[in-house]
């Protein structure tokens, strides 16, 4: 058991060493988007055509809210989708960090204490997980 202990820290150690070699990330999506201006003399205006665009925007979630940014060159374009497929592979990295930690956390021994618990050392414990929830 402790050399599979061993080799899922060193597992752990891999993803770590792949998360701090991460560049910039951001989450959400780039999507191109196709308007209509409004004036009833554009070709827009036309049943079948597509409107004016497309224009590119970046779309993502911030405090409940969905934000939405237009870049507004090719290079602005390209510089969110390097940082959106970062972002993909900082989550997929995120999930293999945990994933490998709940193993180690599973295979790792108790220690045993030399004492078992006290009413003092019981009311402890449950002001910490109190404070901890933030109670």
Request: net charge positive; with cysteine; glycine share 8%.
């Amino acid at each position: 058991m402790p050399e599979q202990l061993s080799a899922l820290e060193s597992d752990r150690d891999a993803v770590v060493q792949q998360l701090a070699r991460l560049g910039d990330f951001r989450p959400g999506s780039v999507t191109a988007a196709f308007r209509r201006c409004g004036k009833p003399s554009c070709h827009c205006a036309q049943a079948k055509d597509p409107g004016h665009g497309p224009g590119f925007q970046l779309t993502y979630k911030t405090g409940g809210k969905t934000v939405t940014e237009t870049l507004p060159s090719r290079a602005a374009v390209e510089k969110a989708e390097r940082e959106v497929t970062e972002f993909r592979r900082f989550e997929q990295l995120s999930r293999q960090w945990i994933q490998v930690n709940q193993k180690i956390c599973r295979l790792r021994p108790v220690q045993k204490e030399p004492e078992g618990w006290n009413a003092e050392g019981k009311k402890r414990l449950l002001r910490s997980i109190r404070k901890s929830r933030g109670k």
